[in-house]
């Protein structure tokens, strides 16, 4: 009777298997006959640099269901009745992050070009296994992984996913939660966009009223009604402690995370919590956090003391983050009170701009160097070139493409993080079909369903190759005006990450949206099991072919 459930349960999972669920699709894979049973008895053998792939690989399998697989260093020779083997080849003729994925009756061997290599390689292979909760996990039988081998890198150094705390505050641990997802889909870059007019998530050691008064906020629009309040309070911040956690968590998954402190607009929440680096010298001045989301008049001033306060928070922020990138923001920053304030005109006049888009400039430029002396590169949203662009700045080009294009002319780095492509932010399904359900599932606006994220073509901006290797990758927005929770969060996030996985990862020419969307059924399956709260796009075309 139990060898009868337990091919009726292969039978399922070869008949639900379809497609191998990999996203990103790899750059190669050639199937083969039979499969390596995977059972408890199974090991993980590794390289002793690959301690924390090995550990991670474990400890996930754990959570899919397995008995937790034993880790034996490559150097105790012992005998394994069968194992995956973790092995670290710099001299593997691969690019950097690559991996090799070799499954065979005898045995599971991933070789990595370097450790996140590695870890990439186990990526597929949890992708490859049943879901967190599938019955298959239940019976005796192994879980069957195909015979194949892989051979796979990244289209793109720079896989990104930003996260907006500033408009809704996110729990560390619902953080790290993000954070798995992301190495999921082998993303490696989560920008964490912690300041806005809004709040102030940070804590910084020197300048307490940041988190004391610039984290709070005493009232949110509700969702439904925008132009209102619920008079709530809303907030909270990161200690050091947390954050330092935080980057470690990301840093042992290959995520790097990049900071973004917004500067000289989207500021009203640090310039409320230090009335004096703001532009004090305008009539009606009264800064507070923001209720209200849009864009705000506050700036910070260009005065001395003004640079001295964000020297020292970038000071603190350097210490916690290692990133080479540093996120300065640098969007729609209204320029009016430039325009009125003395002060800055004085600027202006000794520095010899001729308006307030240079003076702008001249502002991220100081910024830049001083970013620079600490080893650290600039990076910004595309307006930071309205007034010049200086040469070693990095632009997140969020507008249209022109912007994209210009700086690309100048030869500056780019990262496509396009509005029109790319923010999570907006409907994935007709608008009016989301707030039938309720008016919880509001979104900013737009429309931007999968088939879009996934057409998004990063490099379509550049004009020569030389261009194109400027264009350092491309990320994904979640801005959270409309995501007063992780939950929602989620269903903005997914299943629109598993499309930009394979934008930034797969070669353009082994792109194709039906190849992808039958890939993702089994993906979903990994959602689903994982619990996290995503949007089923409607069915797919193979799926629907079979009713
Ligand atoms: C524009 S994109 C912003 C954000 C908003 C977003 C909403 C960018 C660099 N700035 O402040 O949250 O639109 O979609």
Redesign the pocket.
């Known amino acids: 009777m139990k060898h009868l459930i337990a091919s009726a349960a292969m039978l399922t999972s070869l008949v639900s298997a379809g497609p191998l669920p990999l996203i990103p699709l790899p750059v190669t894979m050639k199937t083969a006959e039979g499969s390596f049973d995977f059972s408890p008895d199974t090991a993980i053998r590794f390289d002793r640099s690959l301690q924390n792939e090995a550990d991670l690989l474990a400890a996930d399998l754990q959570t899919l269901g397995a008995a937790k697989p034993k880790t034996v260093p490559a150097e105790q020779k012992i005998l394994l009745p069968s194992e995956i083997r973790l092995l670290l080849d710099a001299s593997a003729d691969l690019p950097a992050s690559g991996y090799k994925l070799v499954i065979a009756e005898g045995g599971v061997v991933v070789t990595g070009k370097d450790a996140a290599g590695v870890y990439y390689g186990t990526r597929s292979i949890l992708q490859l296994l049943p879901a967190e909760g599938d019955p298959a996990w239940k019976d005796d039988a192994p879980e069957k992984l195909p015979a194949l081998e892989i051979i796979d890198y990244p289209r793109f150094a720079w896989r990104g996913m930003m996260l907006?705390v500033g408009?809704h505050f996110n729990p560390p641990g619902d953080v790290k939660h993000f954070i798995d997802w992301m190495a999921f889909h082998k993303l490696n870059v989560f920008h964490w966009?912690l300041t806005?007019?809004q709040g102030w998530r940070i804590e910084i050691k020197k300048y307490p009223k940041l988190t004391e008064t610039g984290a709070w906020r005493d009232s949110s629009p509700p969702y439904g009604n925008r132009n209102s309040d619920d008079h709530q309070r809303h907030g909270g911040f990161y200690t050091q402690e947390e954050i330092k956690e935080v980057v470690a968590y990301a840093s042992a998954r290959h995520i790097t995370i990049v900071p973004e402190i917004e500067m000289p607009g989207?500021a009203a929440a640090a310039i409320a919590s230090y009335p004096e680096f703001g532009n004090s010298d305008i009539s009606g001045y009264a800064p507070r956090v923001q209720t209200r989301?849009g864009?705000h008049p506050y700036i910070f001033a260009p005065k001395e003391e003004t640079f001295r306060f964000l020297e020292d928070v970038l000071t603190e922020v350097c210490a916690l983050f290692p990133s080479k990138f540093i996120h300065i923001?640098?969007?729609?920053a209204p320029k009016g009170q430039w325009e009125q304030s003395p002060t800055a005109q004085q600027v202006m006049k000794r520095e010899g701009l001729k308006n307030e888009e240079e003076l702008q400039s001249w502002f991220v430029g100081r910024i830049g160097k001083f970013l620079e002396s600490k080893d650290r590169r600039l990076i910004g949203?595309?307006?930071i070139q309205e007034g010049g662009l200086s040469k070693t700045a990095t632009m997140?080009v969020?507008?249209d493409a022109k912007w994209a294009k210009h700086a690309l002319a100048l030869g500056n780095d780019v990262v496509m993080?396009t509005?029109s492509d790319l923010?999570f932010?907006?409907y994935q399904a007709p608008a009016t079909a989301e707030l039938a359900k309720g008016s919880e599932y509001e979104a900013?606006?737009?429309y931007l369903p999968i088939e879009k994220v996934y057409a998004y073509n990063p490099t379509s901006v550049a004009e020569t190759p030389e261009q194109e290797k400027h264009i350092l990758g491309t990320q994904a927005?979640l801005?959270?005006?409309y995501s007063k929770d992780m939950k929602k969060v989620e269903y903005m996030a997914f299943p629109r990450m598993a499309a930009l996985a394979e934008v930034a990862w797969t070669p353009l020419a082994r792109k194709n949206f039906d190849d992808f969307r039958s890939r993702l059924d089994g993906v979903m399956n990994h959602y689903e099991g994982g619990h996290l709260n995503f949007a089923r796009p409607t069915p797919s075309p193979a799926k629907g072919a079979d009713k």
């Open positions: 907006d408009r966009h806005d007019d989207h989301w864009v923001g640098g969007d729609e949203w595309d307006e997140m969020w507008r993080a509005n923010y932010d907006h900013i606006g737009g927005q801005w959270a005006e």
